[in-house]
């Protein structure tokens, strides 16, 4: 992820979405701009799925349609097509956005139907999908298992896959963007049958992992993959919980200590991790999704 003093924060909350620089200030809120969302899609059918410099993949929930979005210039292209490719499947579907050896942009959408998982990639530059052969495990194509959003990082994308019931199996999937291959590694700890959720996050092209802990105790521990290894980097304990209408993620680390959390609504907070006093965040996301994003203005275009 850049540098933080070159990023904005998009979030969409009720009917309006808005943008504002990312300040390395501690203090919340900042100025903000009201923006329109594209193609006249309503808040409440808008998500967020992934973003890599500058450029946002995002569905309409009541379509289905996958559409690659620039906040900063206001274009738009919707990438799915009459052969039901790009329609995606809300809590079924998971969407990866990355970056190949050409420089070509590619949306990466893994479609599951009938408990069966099917593989597809768009390329930006040429405007077409196309269908990969699946490595996927066939276990993991079970509607049981909830994929979050791919995480690019280091020609790799990364996706947390949780079996959505107490005592399910956790694991983190990755695709090789050089080889489309899939390939199944551990969470950072042998957590099967705890109660939490994972979260990724690629920060300054290093993927971190954040581990939510509701039960036995409110926790978050931070891990950071180096060398093909996980390695804890921070323990945050004693979180008190707020309502479940909170569901949040860790969508950025500011600077060391301090993180960016967004609420699926659009809520915005910031955790410094050197003050005990924290009593306002609900460490979990099953949604699989957000209504904001942290991104880096560009005029890269949707369509060549």
């Given amino acids: 992820m850049a540098n933080s003093s070159n990023n904005y924060i998009l979030a969409v909350k009720e009917e309006k979405c808005i943008i504002g620089k990312l300040s390395r200030s501690p203090h919340l809120p900042w100025s903000t701009t009201n923006v329109s969302l594209p193609l006249d899609i309503t ?15 995002v569905s309409n929930l009541k379509t289905s349609e996958l ?30 956005f ?3 050896s050409t420089k070509d942009y590619r ?26 052969y699946c490595t996927i495990n066939k276990d993991y194509h079970k509607n049981s298992f909830v994929w979050s959003p791919g995480v690019f990082c280091n020609d790799k994308v990364y996706f947390a896959v949780e079996e959505f019931w107490v005592g399910g199996k956790n694991k983190v999937i990755f695709f090789d963007v050089n080889n489309e291959i899939f390939t199944e590694m551990p969470f ?14 690629s920060v300054k092209n290093q993927l971190q992992m954040f581990i939510s ?3 036995p105790q409110k926790s978050v521990d931070l891990w950071e993959l180096v060398h093909n290894k996980w390695k804890k980097v921070s323990v945050l304990t004693d979180i008190f919980h707020l309502p479940l209408c909170e569901w949040s993620s860790i969508t950025h680390v500011i600077n060391k ?8 609504w659009g809520e915005l907070y910031e955790i410094d991790i050197n003050t005990a006093d924290i009593f306002f965040w609900f460490p979990v996301d099953w949604f699989r999704g957000l209504k904001g994003a942290v991104y880096t203005p560009t005029i890269l275009s949707p369509s060549i």
Avoid at 43 to 57: C, T
Avoid at 111 to 132: A, C, M, N, P
Avoid at 188 to 201: Q, S
């Fill in 213 to 215: 802990y509701t039960y």
């Fill in 107 to 132: 949306v990466l959408h893994i479609q599951r139907k009938d408990e069966r998982i099917h593989v597809y990639t768009y390329s930006r530059r040429l405007g077409f999908w196309r269908r990969l």
């Fill in 67 to 96: 559409v690659l979005w620039n906040p900063t210039t206001k274009e738009n292209k919707v990438i799915s097509n009459l052969e039901t490719n790009g329609y995606y499947i809300h809590q079924s579907d998971a969407v990866g």
């Fill in 257 to 264: 200590g301090t993180w960016l959390v967004m609420t699926n």
């Fill in 43 to 57: 808040s409440h059918d808008f998500l967020i799925l992934a973003n890599l410099h500058g450029l946002l993949v």
């Fill in 98 to 100: 990355y970056m190949d």
């Fill in 188 to 201: 950072p700890e042998n957590i099967d049958g705890v109660i939490c959720r994972g979260n990724l996050v």
